[in-house]
């Protein structure tokens, strides 16, 4: 482990809302990680912001930059069944009667390297209610020329299989950009439709809908919060996304692992906050635990890796 020092919080003798802080260089990229949910708060070239993140004396708010696991997005009612036993989620969605963005959010990963220009967490997954299993996960954040290189992995270390997805959440920053104003290249040819609780209801081609992002435009009047699947890889078997918004345009780029990704518009629609539209990589959909769609499933000792990342575009 490096000497580098954890960014400096306003005030020292106050503890922080995301606890430690790690912040990695290179060139001209920087980066900060946190402890609490192991997620990106910054990422910034030259200073400026690649993503919208959040100062380290406030509290992450809308997801920004946190780690999805172990499913993404939402589960109707918290209820699944694994193995022939049906479980029982805390409800953390209330409004809409949903378990959402799974367990690790407000957790404390550990620190296990830092180096100057990557930083490695690592959590625990252990049993709770309506969780059975055992789970060793691990992100690292690297810089290198091309900016955000971010791997996660989950080994089951438990006796029994367990079902398992991942996402993340970061914010492609906009700036000053108006969100109509802002060009959006979403790399994917089918969208899915959802209900009112915001649970997956069909799957439909994009063509001819105001979310077709195939070939980039201006957002215009669309709203999205909407997840996507048939990715198109460039390639080197990659999908890239792209927000580009007056003179910055940054993309998020995902492997193999990530066949699905959600665009979340509101937040720049709103104004609120650092502005950005939301752009996760996604292993499997909403609801995976119930329909099973690309849901991993891990044996004793078995681990799923994916590898996604953020560029100047």
Request: charged letters at 20%; one cysteine or more.
């Amino acid at each position: 482990m490096s000497a580098l020092s954890p960014a400096a919080p306003a005030d020292p003798a106050r503890a922080q809302p995301t606890g430690e802080q790690w912040t990695i260089g290179h060139g001209a990229f920087e980066a900060t990680v946190v402890e609490v949910g192991g997620g990106l708060r910054t990422l910034t070239r030259d200073g400026v912001d690649l993503v919208a993140g959040y100062a380290a004396d406030e509290p992450c708010a809308s997801g920004r930059g946190q780690q999805l696991m172990p499913w993404p997005n939402r589960l109707r009612d918290g209820r699944y069944t694994f193995g022939g036993t049906e479980h029982q989620l805390p409800i953390t969605e209330v409004p809409r009667g949903n378990a959402s963005h799974g367990l690790v959010r407000w957790a404390l990963w550990e620190l296990v390297e830092l180096e100057d220009d990557r930083v490695t967490v690592g959590y625990r997954l252990h049993p709770q209610p309506g969780w059975d299993h055992f789970l060793d996960l691990r992100t690292t954040y690297l810089l290198d020329d091309s900016g955000l290189v971010v791997t996660a992995a989950a080994l089951n270390v438990g006796p029994s299989a367990a079902p398992f997805g991942y996402g993340a959440h970061p914010y492609l920053a906009i700036g000053d950009t108006l969100l109509p104003d802002v060009e959006l290249q979403v790399p994917a040819a089918t969208w899915v439709e959802v209900d009112d609780r915001l649970l997956p209801a069909a799957t439909h081609p994009v063509d001819g809908k105001p979310c077709d992002f195939r070939e980039a435009h201006r957002v215009g009047p669309a709203t999205l919060d909407t997840a996507y699947t048939d990715v198109l890889r460039d390639e080197d078997g990659m999908w890239r996304c792209t927000v580009s918004a007056g003179d910055r345009a940054t993309t998020l780029w995902a492997d193999a692992a990530f066949p699905w990704l959600q665009v979340f518009t509101a937040i720049a629609e709103d104004r609120k906050g650092e502005v950005g539209i939301a752009v996760e990589p996604m292993s499997c959909p909403a609801d995976a635990f119930n329909s099973g769609r690309d849901l991993v499933v891990l044996g004793p000792g078995e681990e799923w890796t994916g590898t996604w990342g953020i560029s100047p575009a």
